[in-house]
């Protein structure tokens, strides 16, 4: 599919969630799937790299991510939250699509640090009642410590979080990792959904 056209791109608008799901695996493969030699920010090594913000900072991915993503979401859910950097772009697709679909999802954008100066707040965005319910979103999950730090500091201003909502599972432990800390974890994308897609691309050219 070309993801560069006017008219392509509007068509994610409409397009039928399942269908939906394939066109972003084409995307992953197209601009953010590399394979050779990477040292991960984990510290470990690997064959392949996955660049989530490829997907999740183009016109298309954006579209896809935010339609996909809400459709994961309870309705009674109303805010969404992730780890700067690579949730920024997520939270906010979700919320804008959420706003078209009548949906209004608030987004939150979690710091690594605390903010130097004003509020020195860890978290950014609007201030939600204390309980609120807040799913964490990410976009590459290798060992679930990113996605955990959010939770972490969520819980610490008060919400109540117990969901992690992924594009992409590397499978190297981070379903293992929520499932001990007693959270529900779902990736729209596994790493082997992406291998045998861009394995097909490349038999195919």
């Avoid at 070309?2 to 994610?12: A, G, N, Q």
């Avoid at 990477?38 to 392949?48: A, D, E, R, V, W």
């Amino acid at each position: 599919m070309d993801f560069t056209t006017k008219s392509s791109i509007l068509s994610l608008t409409t397009l039928q969630l399942s269908n939906l799901r394939d066109r972003l695996l084409d995307l992953f493969c197209e601009v953010a799937y590399k394979e050779g030699d990477f040292t991960l920010s984990s510290g470990q090594k690997s064959s392949y790299y996955i660049n989530g913000k490829q997907v999740t900072l183009h016109a298309a991915g954006g579209i896809m991510v935010g339609r996909l993503l809400l459709d994961k979401l309870p309705t009674t859910i109303t805010a969404v939250a992730g780890l700067t950097l690579g949730a920024d772009p997520i939270v906010t697709a979700v919320s804008i699509v959420g706003a078209y679909c009548n949906r209004r999802i608030t987004p939150l954008i979690v710091r690594k640090e605390a903010k130097g100066h004003g509020t020195q707040a860890y978290i950014e965005g609007p201030v939600l009642p204390p309980g609120a319910s807040v799913i964490v979103l990410e976009d590459v999950v290798t060992t679930g410590q990113s996605a955990w730090k959010a939770v972490e500091r969520l819980r610490g201003a008060g919400y109540a979080v117990d969901t992690v909502l992924a594009l992409v599972d590397r499978q190297q432990g981070g379903s293992e990792f929520y499932a001990e800390k007693g959270l529900t974890f779902e990736a729209l994308l596994t790493i082997a959904d992406i291998q045998a897609r861009y394995a097909e691309q490349q038999t195919s050219t």
